[in-house]
């Protein structure tokens, strides 16, 4: 069965780092695109990043240079390493597969909480 | 502020047909193809709609897309007060380098 299973969300302070992860179960990383996108509580989704299958990475320019996505082909996960964090990243983190060109994302994680708070 | 915009709420009765509009630019919509989701709040989005008016397996025909220069529209018909939840449009957009999808529209099933 595909499925994906997110990790490491939490309570941290401004300015500080949190790692997301992850988990790809039913298929292989490396193969597909892959993205998280969030939610901030009452607001709509929004895209994040992006990583092509061929390594290609892009970012949302309200993250660009504190984020960062990778992928670990060994441990079959997908990461987002998340510095200099804001009360505004304050929101749920997906992980989704898919397509980058029309961001059609045919699988979705249930989403990891992330709280930025001072 | 999106960079695609939708209405923020639509509402129809059980049995009728809602349109959601959802309005771009040339550097999103106008070259690249569009997504629909549909979004129970607390889970996870669904994928709806793809390559502009492509359906995934499982989704029922019920659900319609089409796309007309910057503007792209979601139809659903024959509403079920199951249907009522938030949806997204969305798509890639060539300045930005980056996805992007719209604000959301609720709907809400009478």
């Known amino acids: 069965e595909v499925q994906l299973l997110e990790s490491g969300g939490n309570l941290v302070q401004t300015g500080g780092s949190l790692r997301l992860s992850c988990a790809v179960s039913?298929?292989?990383?490396?193969?597909?695109?892959m993205a998280w996108v969030r939610q901030a509580p009452g607001k709509g989704l929004k895209w994040v990043s992006g990583?092509?299958?061929?390594?290609?990475?892009f970012y949302a320019d309200s993250v660009k240079g504190r984020f960062t996505i990778s992928r670990d082909k060994s441990r079959n996960t997908l990461s987002l390493q998340m510095n200099r964090l804001r009360a505004e990243d304050t929101a749920v983190y997906f992980c989704?597969?898919?397509?980058?060109?029309?961001?059609?994302?045919?699988?979705w994680g249930q989403g990891a909480l992330v709280t930025v708070s001072s | 502020q999106s960079v695609l915009t939708q209405p923020p709420s639509v509402s129809a009765a059980p049995g009728e047909k809602v349109t959601i509009s959802c309005s771009g630019s040339?550097?999103?919509?106008?070259?690249?193809?569009v997504s629909w989701y549909q979004h129970f709040p607390g889970t996870a989005p669904k994928l709806l709609i793809y390559?502009?008016?492509e359906r995934p397996s499982g989704i029922p025909d019920r659900f319609s897309a089409s796309k007309s220069g910057t503007s792209a529209t979601l139809g659903i018909a024959g509403l079920q007060t199951g249907d009522g939840a938030d949806f997204y449009c969305?798509?890639?957009?060539?300045?930005?380098?980056?996805?992007?999808f719209g604000g959301g529209t609720k709907l809400t099933v009478l």
């Open positions: 040339s550097s999103n919509i106008g070259s690249n193809s």
């Open positions: 989704a597969r898919g397509r980058l060109s029309d961001v059609g994302f045919d699988t």
């Open positions: 390559d502009d008016d």
């Open positions: 990583i092509t299958a061929s390594d290609t990475i």
């Open positions: 039913g298929f292989t990383v490396s193969a597909y695109a």
């Open positions: 969305a798509t890639w957009d060539d300045s930005l380098s980056a996805g992007v």
